[in-house]
Each structure stands twice: as structure tokens, then as C-alpha cells.
């Protein structure tokens, strides 16, 4: 089945720097991944997605990048607020399971100060 | 639409005592899932129903964990007897078949076994 790995657990920045979080996937059949943002105490929440046949997907300040050549992807915040802290996920379908499903990882730790 | 919706959003329980959690996915959908979150273990899915049927339970921790789906607006988690490790926050999610991997979340269900 799919593994997803996250890199970093946490991450500090400084209001209006960049963010970038990283995620390896290891089915190369896997054509949808998405990033879920999850408020402290709050649901995770859908916040981007990117299929396989698109490079680059960008949402305001948000922006993912898939290489698949590579199996890694990764989530761009610029000009970071204090209110995009939070955990971040990303995820992968589960295609060595049964369809539907998705495999996550391990999230980051997102701090933004002011 | 109201989203994914679940009930209790919080419950206190003595160990040995039976736990029921509440789904209703978003209207339409046909895939609904179970997730427990820890800070240890991160989200793992339980199991998942595709128009009420499981497909896949192999995440469901051991025997004491029970899953139905008895129609398409409802299914219920429930947990007997309980432990104190089983406390966490439980997750309900939905898809739709068409775009079966983007999840909506529910906001959870705290439960905390005494």
C-alpha cells in the first residue's frame, strides 16, 4: 500500500516569510494529493489539491508543487499570517487498498510569529 | 448543507462503560469514514463504507470496536467495553464517488475514558 512521509514536524517562521512543507508518496499509480489545514481544537480542512497531470496548483497565497518523477510534493504559503498556523497534512490515495481511501501523514507543526 | 455532523462532540466516560459516536455524512455522498486522532499516532483511519457497505476495517484497533452503516444518512461507532487508552478525538468524514478522495471532515467527537 501507500506510504506518505512529512517533513518537518514543526516549523517556525516569521510573519510575512515563506512556509514550504514536504511529503514523499511511494505508489507511483497515486494521482491525487491533497493538504488538509487543521485549526488547533478544529476539523482538518481541505485547503488545496493537485492531480497528476498538472505541475503547479496555486490558491492565493497557497501553492502546491508535484513532482512525480521525484513521488514528492509539497505545500508554499507566502507572506505567512499568524492565522496560517496550524498542522498541516498532505495525503495520497490508498491504491494498494481498496479505492477511496487516503493515507496521511504524520503532519506539521506550523507556527507563524508575529 | 449543514456538513458532515456528529454527536456527542464530547464525551466523558468511566473504563468498562459503552461508547456510542454519531455520523450523518454530507447528503449525496457514498463514502464515509472513520478516523481516531492522537497526539502519539497522528490520524488513522478505522474503516470506511462505500454505499453502506465496509470495504475496509483493518484499522479497527481490536474486537472492542464496532462499525455499522444501517443507511446512507447514518452510521455509528461504538466502543464496548471502553479503555483509557481509547481516548481521543474521533473523526467522521464523507466523499463523493465522482471526486471519491477529497474527505469533508466532522468536527469531531472528544472522548475522554476515566
Given at each position: 500500500g501507500e506510504n506518505v512521509e512529512q517533513h518537518p514536524s514543526t516549523l517556525s517562521v516569521q510573519e510575512g516569510d515563506s512556509a514550504v512543507i514536504k511529503c514523499t508518496y511511494s505508489?507511483?499509480?497515486?494521482?491525487y494529493f491533497p493538504w488538509y489545514k487543521q485549526e488547533l481544537g478544529k476539523r482538518p480542512q481541505l485547503i488545496i489539491d493537485i492531480r497528476s497531470n498538472v505541475g503547479e496548483k496555486k490558491d492565493q497565497r497557497i501553492a502546491v508543487t508535484l513532482n512525480k518523477t521525484a513521488k514528492h510534493f509539497s505545500l508554499h504559503i507566502t507572506e505567512t499570517q499568524p492565522e496560517d498556523s496550524a498542522v498541516y497534512f498532505c495525503a495520497a490515495p490508498n491504491y494498494g487498498g481498496s479505492q477511496g481511501n487516503l493515507i496521511f501523514g504524520k503532519g506539521t507543526k506550523l507556527s507563524v510569529k508575529p | 448543507d449543514a456538513g458532515v455532523i456528529q454527536s456527542p462532540r464530547h464525551e466523558v466516560t468511566e473504563m468498562g462503560q459503552e461508547v456510542t459516536l454519531r455520523c450523518k455524512p454530507i447528503s449525496g455522498h457514498d463514502y464515509l469514514f472513520w478516523y481516531r486522532q492522537t497526539m502519539m499516532r497522528g490520524l488513522e483511519l478505522l474503516i470506511y463504507f462505500n454505499n453502506n457497505v465496509?470495504?475496509?476495517?483493518?484499522?479497527?484497533?481490536?474486537?472492542?470496536f464496532s462499525a455499522k452503516m444501517p443507511n446512507a444518512s447514518f452510521s455509528t461507532l461504538k466502543i464496548q467495553p471502553s479503555e483509557p487508552r481509547d481516548s481521543a478525538v474521533y473523526f467522521c468524514a464523507s466523499s463523493l464517488?465522482?471526486?471519491?478522495?477529497e474527505q469533508y471532515f466532522g468536527p469531531g467527537t472528544r472522548l475522554t475514558v476515566t
Open positions: 505508489d507511483s499509480a497515486s494521482n | 465496509p470495504i475496509d476495517d483493518s484499522g479497527m484497533p481490536e474486537d472492542r464517488a465522482v471526486s471519491s478522495y
